[in-house]
């Protein structure tokens, strides 16, 4: 079998968006939430550090989703501590999901507590105004995002939790949001010397597509050097997604470039969000870059499930 070939063209401006960008004074920009609005802008839901460390959203909108950010001037949604004590140390890495059901967008976010980050849900029709709907998976649980429709008449939680046997992704269904059960295991963390040996966890939400649901997740391999996050791909069954179809044994997309290297947390990828662009096979990866800056690159759908084809296999 050949070696792993990066799936992943970076774009050539990057980084896209950095904290010199923002109309108030902030640390670092990075880990953005991803959606292409009805008007065909591109929305990004950006995780937003300030000098206290805390992080909070902040929306940048582009008509080509490339440069021309239009950046709200104040923050898009803030913490709440005194309201949701789970928020008490900031709200971090959102993931966005269009809900037809609903006619909102489902935002997944990470919620960080005394108790640690755990998972928590808000709605909203235009990223201005916002239905917390708090808590929904207790710490220590992140790396969330939901599935577009309901799955046996539940709506589907993809998450990470710390679990005594590791950090595994699993998915988690509710009859209204609010209450979750029916836990099941989707992705192992593997173990020994492989690059995904210590952590996983999902990337952007999951793409539908005609042969199953399209995962990017994230691997940590703990080094003497410190941990180095790269991508990998998975396939899920369409109408069963807690059932792994394939996934690749080597990653696909891992930091090369200077700012991918080098920043506040080095050596760390992390998307959070794509958009499809109108050929439905274009996509647009942003990504959080050494947890500093934004950065695009863009991939072919059918490209990735070609390489999943080549690099991958059915879990035992």
Known sequence: MSGPTSLLVRHPNNPILSASDWPYPVHTVFNPGAVRLKDHTTLLLCRVEDFRGHSHLCAARSRNGIDGWQ???TPTLSPMPGEYTEELWGIEDPRITWMPELGRYAV????????GPG??????EDFRTFERLGLVMQPDDKDAAMLPRRVDGHFALVHRPMHESGAH???SFSPDLRNWGGHKLVL????GAWWDANKVGLSPPLIETPRGWLMIYHGVRHTAAGSLYRLGLALLDLEQPTKCLLRGDPWMFGPEAQYEREGDVGYVVFPCGYVIEDDGDTVRLYYGASDTCIALATASLSAMLAWLDEHGRAPA
């Open 71 to 73: 950046i709200d001037d």
């Open 188 to 191: 192992l963390a593997r173990k």
């Open 119 to 124: 998972v928590a849900l808000a709605l909203t």
């Open 169 to 171: 992704i699993w998915m």
């Open 108 to 115: 997944a976010y990470t919620a960080f507590s005394k108790a």
